[in-house]
């Protein structure tokens, strides 16, 4: 039997969710991320636990009810999904997928978390039907038990209490300590997002961290490069129609970026249909410039709001600034270290170079303050693109010359390719700068422009080197391109033709699904996924959890 009850609404804002509470009790940690920063995730257990619903309610042994309840006097709010009348009372019941808990005498109990919630409904239906609730019920269908949970005097105790620890966090803007119960993170959909392993690695709990944050995104990255082709929803799929009306259907599900160049069309459908499932908006120049992101955040403001109390501290700018200038700067000198192992005969500009950016280096941590910092990061890059043509083979093609770093515009080949890679990767930093959930025009060093935000230019720092310098260079090296066909030169311009372009999106994808082994972690990810993991990782630098943020340097 189902039937539907629906109590008038409260503010939503004035309750607690009874869910909430139950995150509560497993870990205080979880409840903040869910409840106050609005996070979530979804994995197979969830997923899974949504099917045996399912599955249950199509059963004819229940009664099942949509009952949504909603108490002013409680502070709560909850759907109530199962009920059985027996010996005419009312009795609530929660079903779990997994096992019960076992006391020392072998008899099964309810875990902590699922006790608050079985009381917290049955104190809501107590308050919302005026009768008495004498317990609740819960169904563990790993080892088939059925655990009965008192409600008494001091289960309703427990729920006003939980209820009010829920409202002191609800108001803070620090989320609490990670757990101490390892065990628990293991089986945490929010792992990804807290990253418990690392923080107690930096804090000397953990010698070995596992590996909880999320091997890679699957999803595809779409790039709709020529001009004139429109992308519109339909259905549960995007569809790209090219201007001589050739069109593709894509599944929304399998789509995690479209990216749009040139002058590429989306229609508003599809803009919130990528709003709604979580598709990553960006569009790129017809030249090869980064030009922005839709931006589709929605809560998190006390992400931001610890963002801007920790970056509008010069201490702490500075303090990160010479972290990422020391990443960039070994990661330039050791991929000039690893062509100098490479030649067959020594170069003496090339190791002189090695060595004064050792020098240089030295320099950074002594560095008192953003003016003088930016004057060593110069030093270290013109070092930098001063040696980077002697990478280039002999047997390389003799058009591709590089005379050190230009841009807007690019005036040879290599130039071209290195601008368009790093607005290729400007775009990507944004869409993990989006999804963490930060905000991108606060930075630590670099200055606002018109269309570069501070922090993705912050964070960009750290990849440049291994995921547009180096594959620049071994695609010159390898003589993979066309100069014919690949570039476009208009006076002393250089750019990227439309199949230079689509070349070049083929290896810097290719790039991103190669993997990296954290030095400090120990645990391998690709570099798209590390691009996320490096954001999370700056933020724990201002909560207290910080010690692995830019530490990837190229080996």
């Not at 039907?129 to 008192?150: C, M």
């Not at 290599?414 to 700068?433: E, P, R």
């Not at 199949?499 to 391998?524: A, D, M, Q």
Request: contains cysteine; glycine residues 6%.
């Amino acid at each position: 039997m189902t039937t539907s009850l629906i109590k008038p609404a409260i503010n939503s804002r004035d309750t607690i969710r009874v869910n909430a509470l139950h995150a509560l009790a497993y870990c205080p940690r979880l409840y903040y991320l869910e409840d106050v920063e609005e996070l979530y995730t979804q994995d197979a257990a969830v997923f899974a636990g949504r099917r045996l619903h399912v599955e249950l309610e199509k059963g004819e042994d229940e009664e099942w009810v949509h009952l949504v309840l909603e108490s002013a006097d409680l502070g709560l709010r909850g759907k109530v999904d199962a009920l059985k009348t027996r010996n005419r009372q009312t009795i609530p019941y929660e079903h779990k997928r997994g096992r019960c808990y076992r006391d020392r005498d072998n008899k099964p109990q309810p875990w902590q978390s699922d006790r608050i919630q079985i009381l917290a409904y049955a104190c809501l239906i107590e308050a919302a039907l005026g009768i008495t609730v004498p317990e609740g019920r819960i169904r563990y269908h790993a080892d088939n038990v059925l655990v009965h949970v008192l409600l008494d005097d001091q289960g309703r105790q427990e729920v006003r209490e939980a209820v009010a620890r829920a409202w002191q966090l609800r108001q803070s803007t620090q989320r609490p300590p990670v757990t101490s119960n390892e065990r628990l993170c293991a089986r945490c959909s929010l792992a990804p997002v807290c990253l418990p392993e690392e923080t107690r690695l930096v804090q000397g709990q953990s010698h070995q961290p596992r590996r909880l944050f999320p091997e890679d995104d699957e999803r595809k990255i779409i790039h709709v490069t020529e001009a004139g082709t429109r992308i519109s929803k339909s259905g549960d799929q995007f569809k790209i129609t090219k201007r001589d009306g050739d069109a593709t259907a894509i599944p929304s599900r399998q789509v995690g970026q479209l990216v749009l160049h040139s002058y590429a069309q989306i229609s508003t459908q599809a803009i919130y249909f990528c709003a709604d499932q979580e598709v990553g908006l960006h569009f790129i120049s017809g030249g090869g410039r980064y030009l922005g992101s839709f931006d589709t955040r929605q809560g998190s403001i006390q992400r931001r709001i610890r963002q801007y109390e920790a970056l509008t501290q010069p201490e702490v700018c500075l303090k990160l600034a010479r972290q990422l200038v020391v990443c960039r700067g070994q990661s330039q000198r050791k991929f000039l270290m690893r062509g100098q192992r490479s030649l067959e005969v020594a170069n003496h500009a090339l190791e002189q170079a090695i060595d004064q950016m050792q020098r240089t280096l030295k320099q950074v941590p002594k560095a008192e303050s953003a003016t003088s910092l930016l004057g060593l990061e110069g030093n270290l890059a013109a070092l930098y693109f001063g040696a980077l043509p002697h990478l280039i083979a002999e047997n390389a093609v003799a058009d591709f010359q590089f005379d050190g770093r230009n841009r807007r515009p690019p005036k040879d080949r290599i130039n071209a390719m290195l601008s368009f890679g790093y607005a290729l990767l400007l775009k990507d930093v944004m869409n993990a700068i989006l999804t963490v959930g930060l905000e991108p025009a606060l930075g630590f060093y670099h200055q606002p422009r018109t269309q570069a935000p501070p922090l993705a230019l912050d964070l960009m720092e750290i990849f440049r080197v291994p995921l547009v310098d180096m594959p620049v260079m071994a695609s010159v090296n390898r003589n993979q391109w066309d100069i014919a066909d690949d570039f476009i030169r208009r006076g002393e311009q250089v750019w990227l033709s439309d199949s230079g372009r689509r070349k070049f999106i083929s290896l810097y994808e290719r790039r991103k699904e190669e993997s990296w082994k954290h030095p400090v972690t120990h645990y391998s990810l690709t570099y798209r996924r590390l691009i996320e993991l490096e954001v999370r990782l700056l933020e724990k630098e201002w909560m207290d959890e910080g010690g692995l943020f830019a530490q990837l340097v190229i080996r």
